[in-house]
């Protein structure tokens, strides 16, 4: 039997982690970070549902932490052998899993001093940044359309998916005695048509079995040329300079910062947007940039970056004490700093001190998973809480997204078309329940049988050996309910709640009808009801639903 395993990416956008197991082998397909709600972030502190120790390789897809952050954790809980991936990948990532392994412990640190002050028990990061290191020694790069064989039984060749530098989609050919290889290709994340850095993804034809990434499924974000695209940022920087505040950019640290900058002092050199200091908040971006730089020659546009990163315009901050002493600057100016979806990182310390000013513009330059600051923001949020302190949003919200790494809904289908016939079946991953809906819909349209997609849940099974594919429903154990993944959850609920009532509380007109409903509020939560009693249900709330969602609960 040969059993395929969805640990993560399924019906969400992050946590990418797949298993192929045969008799021979156990070869793991990127072993990612989960982020957005807590419920999903808790599975990172969770065991993994495999014995780490027993994993015979990994094949590594790029290396964004939603595919490579959970890396040192593996390691330090017991693998021994090699990771896979591109030379690139290789070299980006002995920056980001070390910056990753960082920001946990300082997050950490940060989080037991408020648990202390409420007496509650230390919790401990994930991994460290010493464990981050010591994952890095299992690393060992390839170039593209190369065999190699992982694992006793397995080979796997890595081609460009034009998503980042080092990003490829995976073909992977398993033994099968007396048979033909099962031949399955894992799409890993593509990129867009005129993406700035890289080229059109890449791959062969005619395989049993593709796993296709769906983030943004059913969406046709109507592809720009190069002008266009620097058009549309031209018009979101021109309204924010006339605010004459603070433009924040939250920001990947690796190439979408790169292409960002490249665009913007284009933009001020050509005199259409004014001219300004670009600070780079991130230290890792800084690291990434001195990694592309040297992989320039590989990149589409490569000069053009080196030659950006170099103007007057760009600054790096590289302190802590420089990132807090941004806060004292007037006037516009733009920020660019990680994370992308504002779940970590320098960025949330700009929005805590920038978000309350209405002369403040935030700009959301790629896709926003549920259950993130990032798209509470972007879905409206009047008021959020970031580390533990309520701020109410006055600034201005915008949305870009041609400078998406993902091909959009259109291209996702194209790229399926390309890798036709396809044997057996599709696995739609790494995206959200309704996009992926609407992926299987468009790839009926170009003669895809419904009956072969398959959107597989959080931790299912399927056996990939007969001649059709077959849920193993016996040996699907899912950490967490498969419906609250890219989901609010009762955390985003409760930090939504707590607004709410000081909302209510406020607007009451004396003291006396204050005391009131504090009083019903004691009552119904006395009263221990599930939901039943009308004095429990939502307090009511003039305007628009507010989400709002604290870090550090």
Not at 11 to 21: A, K, L, N, P
Not at 144 to 164: C, S, V
Not at 354 to 381: N, P
């Amino acid at each position: 039997m040969i059993r395929l395993k969805f640990h993560g990416a399924a019906r969400t956008v992050t946590g990418s982690c797949y298993m192929i197991e045969t008799e021979r082998a156990k070869v793991l397909v990127d072993c990612g970070m989960f982020q957005g709600s807590k419920t999903e972030r808790e599975l990172n502190y969770r065991p993994f549902p495999f014995d780490p120790a027993a994993v015979t390789a990994v094949l590594l897809t790029h290396a964004h932490i939603d595919h490579s952050g959970l890396l040192p954790k593996l390691v330090k809980h017991g693998y021994k052998n090699r990771i896979h991936c591109i030379a690139a990948t290789a070299d980006l990532c002995g920056i980001m899993l070390p910056d990753s392994g960082n920001i946990q412990e300082t997050e950490v640190r940060q989080l037991n001093q408020r648990r202390a002050k409420r007496g509650q028990v230390e919790v401990v990061p994930v991994y460290t940044q010493q464990d981050a290191l010591n994952s890095l020694e299992h690393f060992e790069g390839h170039p593209y359309e190369t065999w190699i064989t992982p694992a006793p039984g397995i080979r796997a060749r890595y081609w460009n998916a034009g998503h980042l530098l080092g990003s490829a989609s995976i073909e992977v050919e398993v033994e099968q005695e007396g048979q033909k290889p099962l031949r399955i290709l894992f799409s890993g994340d593509l990129g867009p048509g005129n993406k700035m850095l890289q080229p059109d993804p890449e791959a062969p034809t005619s395989f049993d079995f593709v796993l296709c990434e769906s983030t943004y499924g059913g969406r046709d974000r109507f592809e720009r040329s190069e002008e266009g695209r620097r058009e549309i940022l031209a018009r979101e920087v021109n309204e924010a300079a006339s605010k004459q505040g603070a433009l924040l950019i939250p920001s990947f640290a690796v190439e979408r910062t790169q292409e960002l900058v490249t665009d913007l002092v284009k933009l001020m050199e050509d005199g259409k947007v004014p001219k300004a200091n670009i600070f780079i908040d991130s230290p890792l971006a800084s690291k990434a940039t001195a990694i592309f730089t040297r992989h320039a020659s590989e990149l589409e546009h490569g000069a053009d970056l080196t030659r950006a990163f170099n103007s007057s315009y760009v600054r790096s901050t590289e302190s802590v004490e420089d990132s807090k002493a941004l806060a004292r600057f007037t006037g516009f100016r733009i920020i660019v700093s990680a994370s992308g979806m504002c779940e970590a990182g320098r960025i949330r310390h700009h929005l805590k001190n920038h978000l309350w000013q209405a002369s403040t513009t935030v700009l959301l330059a790629g896709f926003q998973a549920e259950g993130s600051l990032g798209r509470i923001l972007q879905d409206g949020a009047r008021t959020v809480t970031i580390m533990g302190e309520e701020i109410s949003v006055k600034a201005s919200i915008r949305q870009i997204e041609d400078y998406s790494g993902h091909a959009d809904g259109p291209e996702l289908v194209q790229w399926v078309k390309d890798r036709l016939p396809i044997g057996r079946s599709i696995f739609l991953t790494h995206g959200e329940e309704q996009g992926q809906r609407a992926l299987a819909e468009d790839l009926g349209g170009i003669g895809v049988p419904n009956d072969c997609i398959f959107i597989p849940t959080l931790d299912s099974v399927y056996d990939l050996s007969g001649t059709a594919c077959a849920f193993l429903a016996e040996e699907t154990h899912p950490r967490i309910d498969p419906t609250m993944v890219a989901r609010f959850d009762s955390h985003n609920d409760m930090a939504d709640l707590i607004l709410d009532i000081r909302d209510v509380v406020d607007k009451a007109g004396d003291e006396k009808s204050r005391a009131v409903i504090l009083r019903r509020l004691r009552r119904a939560l006395a009263a221990g009801d599930t939901g039943n009693d009308p004095a429990r249900r939502r307090l009511p709330v003039s305007g628009p639903s507010r989400r709002s969602r604290g870090w550090e609960e």
